[in-house]
Nanobody, 128 residues
């Protein structure tokens, strides 16, 4: 059983920074890609950023590519999302998700249907 817990969300002013953490509980963390998604009120859940099993490959949405950085620490079962230069449109609930990569299928980080486990989310609010 895999459990994901997000932390680090909160209220920040425009231009500020937040670092989200995704804590993975369970076996074989190093065999999972981890993605971050977000959902704002009244909008669909959207892809933010993802990192493959060993951190050698990452992907990010165009809207955050220059501002957000994803990283992982496989020794600590943690994935981080460093968010800088935050904008009001970054306000959302942020979710991390785990995608098993041990089956040899091609990794599609943007496809939320590929992810096997999801956290409960953490609220980030960027005030003007």
């Amino acid at each position: 059983q895999v459990v994901l817990v997000e932390s680090g969300g909160g209220l920040v002013q425009v231009g500020g920074s937040l670092r989200l953490s995704c804590t993975f509980s369970g076996r074989a963390f190093g065999m999972y890609a981890i993605g971050w998604f977000r959902q704002a009120p009244g909008r669909e859940r959207e892809f933010v950023s993802a990192i493959n099993w060993n951190g050698g490959s990452t992907a990010s949405a165009d809207s955050v590519k220059a501002r957000f950085t994803i990283s992982r620490d496989n020794a600590k079962n943690l994935v981080y999302l460093q968010m800088n230069s935050l904008k009001p449109e970054d306000t959302a609930v942020y979710y991390c998700a785990a995608d098993w990569q041990g089956d040899g299928t091609i990794w599609d980080p943007h496809n939320n249907a590929d992810y096997d486990f999801w956290g409960q989310g953490t609220q980030d609010t960027v005030s003007k």
